[in-house]
Every structure is written in structure tokens, then in C-alpha cells.
């Protein structure tokens, strides 16, 4: 269909009641925008291996989201259209967050003694929250408030964690076990809390519908997964599928993730909840093609949509804000490395998470486990949109969240890198 006749088609639509999709959305904005968005993204790891990838590549997703955002140069706007692309972003992000859970790790005594130290995290983090507002002085606010605060300083960024922890050769190390049980926790756990006390429901309310969530998924998932495996064929023909341009093993991740996402809207739950449980489930029932799996989904996501998901988020950020409060931004900071962070360095310095360690290396671990991003950005947009915590506040703690990344492993690296010099030198 040409263009002419495409105008014809929606001026006939108009005159018979209907409305064209043309006329419902500022499509010309919403192109332009994703424009300037994919610039960002493509400029982002640019910037990064500029600085030798000391500042990571999701934090110039940020700060680049910000300098593009109707903050600073107003080149591009969070339309309804770009809005969906966000959303889908964030469910990418959090669908291969979930496949990162190794359950079996997760049931073992590592991940119970880490569940263990996120809930002391989560208790100081709630003291913290009561001693900061008090001392603010600010009145009114309800225990949810403190919930969301102390959620946005307890979580672990194992996916943007992943890559970092690669470069600096700790992956395989006792370091780098204990970090994935820590990040693992870091992120189930913060995603469990914001469904079950952030919601408008009561506590007991929100643990019912959330069983019936698990309840559901599981029966979704069986019921295709036993119609499979009892028709192999149907089985060889989507792995056969796989390797063409029919693409069908991501087809079928996607109809998982969309369904759970979908699913978690419906029962008013955060729709990170159904995208992490995807990736869960997406790693449980595909161990022996998970390889294949797992490239391609870091290439649909990580190319531009998880891109998109940062530089958006950026766009929301407030500079009047970050720069009316800097003293508040170094303390947030300063409350993410103890709430989150030391708890953890005493757990592997006087116990071990996978076997007990120095107070360098315990350190280290503490420093990883307390960097911190993409949970913050999600309980933050959750609580702002719902008026539980006030959209300058939200974006201070983004912010705090971006420097944790760029500081946090930054520090650890130097200080291993520090101990292997020391160590050499006493030779």
C-alpha cells in the first residue's frame, strides 16, 4: 500500500467512527525519539572504552539519558509508545537477570546463610529509612515509604555485575562464587519484597494473590511443557526452528516472558516479578540449550532494548534535584555501602558464604554486593508512580545507584589489585 492511498484509507476510517493508530499517537515525536534514544545507545560503549570501561557502559546509558531527556536538551520524550518500549526493556532485563539464578545454589546452605544477611540488610535498611526521615523532619509518611527505601538500598546488580566481574579475573574465585549467591539473593529477594509490601493490598492479601501467581505460572508452563514432551515432534521441530529465521526458541521465550508479564499486570503485582520468574523458568526448562539460548537473548536485549530501558530511566532523572541536595546524594551513597555492603563483609569475613575469608577479600566481596541499579531504578519508579516516595527523592537514589556501579567495583579492583602487589613485593 502506497502512502496516498494510506491517507485515504485513514480519512475513510475517520468518517466511518474509527480512529487511524496515525491520529492516536504522536508517532512523528515517538520516531524521533527512539532516534535520539538509539543514538545514545550506540555513543554509550563508545564513551565506555574511552575511559578503559572504569565508568560502565550503563552508566553513560544514564548519563547520556539525562543530557537527551526533557531535563537538560529536550531532544527526546517519554511518549506512550516509548513508554511500552521501556516497559518490554525492563522485562528483558530482569528475564535474563532470572536466567543468572542458579536455584539448586539458591536452596543450598550458601544461598540460605545469604538470604539470611539480605534480611539483616533489610532490617538496618528500614532503621536507616526511620532515622533519615526523622532527622528530615518530614511528617506523614507511612510505612511504606520506609519499605521502599530500604528495598532501593538492599538489592545486588548481578547482570551488571556479570560482565565487570569477568574483566577483573574473579570469576571462578571464592570471590566470584560468593558475589553470584549474593547478587542472586540480591535480586530475587528485593523483586519478592516489592510484590508482597508494596502493593495497595494488606501483606496477607498480597502473599495470596502472589501464591496464586506461582500457582498459575506453574500450571502455564506444565501444561505446554507435558503437551511437548508427549509429542516429540512438536519438540524437534521448534529446536530444528531454532537455527532458521523462524527463530522459534525465542519466539517461545517471548510468548513466556510477554504471558508472565501479562499475568503480573492482571493480578496487580510489579511486572519485574513476571519477568524474572520467566527467566527462572526460561533456564529450568532449556539446561541443555540454554548456550544457545542465552546469545541470543543478550543480543535482542543488550542491542537495544535493555539500552533503551537505561537511557529512559535517565530521562527521568531531575538535575534540580541531584543538584539541590548533593549532600543527600553522598549520603544515599554512603547508606547503600553500609545497609547492603557491610553486612556482607562480616558474613565472609567471620563465616563465609562459600568458605570464609580474609577482611581483603571479604571486602571486596562487600564492595561487589553492594553495587546496585537496576532494583533501585524499579522500586523507585514503582514508588514515585504510586506517590509513595516524591519523584526528587527517586531520582537522587538513581542516581545514587549509577555511582554505586561506577565507585563500588571501581574500589574492589584496586584494592585486589593492591593485594597481589603487596603480596609480590613481600616475595
Known amino acids: 500500500?502506497?502512502?496516498?492511498?494510506?491517507?485515504?484509507?485513514?480519512?475513510?476510517?475517520?468518517?466511518?467512527?474509527?480512529?487511524?493508530?496515525?491520529?492516536?499517537?504522536?508517532?512523528?515525536?515517538?520516531?524521533?525519539?527512539?532516534?535520539?534514544?538509539?543514538?545514545?545507545?550506540?555513543?554509550?560503549?563508545?564513551?565506555?572504552?574511552?575511559?578503559?570501561?572504569?565508568?560502565?557502559?550503563?552508566?553513560?546509558?544514564?548519563?547520556?539519558?539525562?543530557?537527551?531527556?526533557?531535563?537538560?536538551?529536550?531532544?527526546?520524550?517519554?511518549?506512550?509508545?516509548?513508554?511500552?518500549?521501556?516497559?518490554?526493556?525492563?522485562?528483558?532485563?530482569?528475564?535474563?537477570a532470572g536466567t543468572e539464578i542458579d536455584v539448586q545454589e539458591v536452596h543450598g546452605s550458601a544461598g540460605k546463610r545469604s538470604l539470611a544477611t539480605w534480611l539483616a540488610c533489610f532490617g538496618i535498611g528500614l532503621a536507616v529509612s526511620w532515622v533519615a526521615v526523622a532527622a528530615s523532619g518530614t511528617t506523614g509518611v507511612g510505612y511504606s515509604t520506609y519499605i521502599a527505601l530500604a528495598i532501593a538500598l538492599t538489592s545486588t546488580a548481578l547482570g551488571t555485575l556479570l560482565p565487570i566481574l569477568m574483566e577483573a579475573g574473579v570469576m571462578g574465585t571464592t570471590i566470584g562464587k560468593a558475589v553470584l549467591v549474593h547478587g542472586a539473593i540480591g535480586e530475587l529477594a528485593p523483586v519478592v519484597a516489592m510484590s508482597l509490601l508494596l502493593s495497595a493490598r494488606s501483606p496477607w492479601l498480597s502473599f495470596g494473590v502472589l501464591m496464586f501467581f506461582v500457582l498459575a505460572t506453574i500450571v502455564a508452563v506444565a501444561i505446554p511443557t507435558r503437551f511437548v514432551l508427549s509429542h516429540p515432534e512438536i519438540g524437534r521441530t521448534i529446536l530444528h526452528g531454532a537455527q532458521t529465521s523462524q527463530k522459534t526458541l525465542m519466539r517461545v521465550v517471548m510468548v513466556i516472558l510477554t504471558g508472565l508479564m501479562a499475568l503480573s499486570a492482571v493480578l496487580d503485582l510489579d511486572m519485574v516479578l513476571g519477568a524474572f520468574a520467566a527467566g527462572i523458568i526460561v533456564r529450568a526448562l532449556a539446561p541443555g540449550n540454554f548456550t544457545m539460548i542465552e546469545g541470543e537473548l543478550r543480543t535482542l536485549g543488550f542491542s537495544f532494548l535493555i539500552p533503551l530501558f537505561f537511557v529512559t530511566s535517565g530521562m527521568t532523572i531531575s538535575l534540580s534535584a541531584v543538584a539541590a541536595h548533593p549532600f543527600l546524594l553522598v549520603s544515599l551513597v554512603g547508606a547503600i555501602l553500609l545497609v547492603r555492603g557491610v553486612p556482607?563483609?562480616?558474613?565472609?569475613?567471620?563465616?563465609?558464604?562459600?568458605?570464609?575469608?580474609?577482611?581483603?577479600?571479604?571486602?571486596?566481596?562487600?564492595?561487589?554486593?553492594?553495587?546496585?541499579?537496576?532494583?533501585?531504578?524499579?522500586?523507585?519508579?514503582?514508588?514515585?508512580?504510586?506517590?509513595?516516595?516524591?519523584?526528587?527523592?527517586?531520582?537522587?537514589?538513581?542516581?545514587?545507584?549509577?555511582?554505586?556501579?561506577?565507585?563500588?567495583?571501581l574500589l574492589a579492583f584496586l584494592l585486589g589489585r593492591a593485594v597481589v602487589e603487596s603480596a609480590a613485593n613481600l616475595r
Open 344 to 409: 556482607i563483609v562480616a558474613l565472609e569475613r567471620f563465616h563465609g558464604t562459600i568458605e570464609r575469608v580474609g577482611w581483603s577479600d571479604a571486602t571486596r566481596i562487600g564492595l561487589y554486593g553492594a553495587t546496585g541499579l537496576p532494583i533501585i531504578v524499579a522500586v523507585t519508579g514503582l514508588a514515585s508512580s504510586t506517590g509513595i516516595i516524591p519523584t526528587w527523592l527517586a531520582s537522587l537514589l538513581v542516581v545514587a545507584g549509577a555511582l554505586s556501579v561506577l565507585l563500588f567495583p
Open 1 to 96: 500500500m502506497n502512502l496516498p492511498t494510506t491517507i485515504l484509507a485513514a480519512t475513510d476510517a475517520t468518517s466511518h467512527g474509527l480512529v487511524p493508530f496515525s491520529t492516536a499517537i504522536n508517532t512523528e515525536g515517538s520516531i524521533v525519539s527512539l532516534f535520539i534514544i538509539a543514538a545514545a545507545a550506540a555513543v554509550a560503549p563508545l564513551l565506555a572504552s574511552l575511559t578503559r570501561k572504569r565508568v560502565p557502559d550503563v552508566v553513560w546509558l544514564l548519563i547520556l539519558g539525562v543530557a537527551v531527556g526533557p531535563n537538560a536538551l529536550g531532544f527526546a520524550s517519554l511518549t506512550e509508545p516509548i513508554s511500552v518500549f521501556r516497559e518490554v526493556g525492563m522485562g528483558m532485563l530482569f528475564l535474563i
